[in-house]
């Protein structure tokens, strides 16, 4: 049984055609970036803030400096070097030099902000993990294979973006 379609979903699919498997998997990137929100409003931190951790988190082996941070969430270095002072006051993330280059100074996400969003994501990995459970482990393999593939050609596209070409 499949659940009910959205509103939203509704009026998308008056609008365009898509198989099933396109549907579904947009209808789990609206529930990620609806959690990503109820995630940052939990930890009382503003959806852009939410967004750097995740960004500096993403980074642990090659740590971001702020303008690699600005980049990323295409924002100005001045807005950027605000933000972090945001989460450096807020115990969610500290600057560090870089080890090589002691000029760089490299920004980190606390021990405890780690804790906290892996602590509060952690019911719904188990809910998956029960999900997953369910389907044979070929099956797993194959929703794994799919999954990974539109992550990977959704970072293409976003690539063709920034370029301002569209693939046809």
Excluded at 69 to 86: F, K, N, Q, Y
């Amino acid at each position: 049984m499949s659940p009910e379609r959205t509103p939203s979903e509704e009026l998308e699919r008056s609008r365009t055609e898509a198989s099933e498997v396109s549907w579904a998997l947009r209808d789990l990137n609206r529930a990620t970036a609806d959690l990503d929100r109820a995630l940052a409003d939990h930890m009382r931190l503003r959806p852009m803030d939410y967004d750097a951790i995740g960004h500096v988190m993403d980074a642990e082996r090659d740590p971001l400096g702020t303008l690699e941070l600005a980049a990323r969430l295409r924002i100005s270095p001045g807005s950027a070097t605000e933000l972090v002072d945001r989460l450096e006051k807020a115990g969610h993330v500290r600057r560090e030099r870089s080890r090589t280059d002691r000029r760089r100074v490299q920004v980190s996400v606390t021990p405890h902000a780690i804790a906290q969003v892996l602590g509060d994501l952690g019911p719904l990995f188990r809910l998956l993990d029960d999900l997953a459970a369910g389907y044979p482990p070929a099956e797993q393999e194959v929703i794994a294979g799919f999954l990974r593939g539109a992550a990977e050609r959704t970072r293409t596209f976003m690539a063709t973006l920034d370029a301002d070409t569209l693939p046809t």
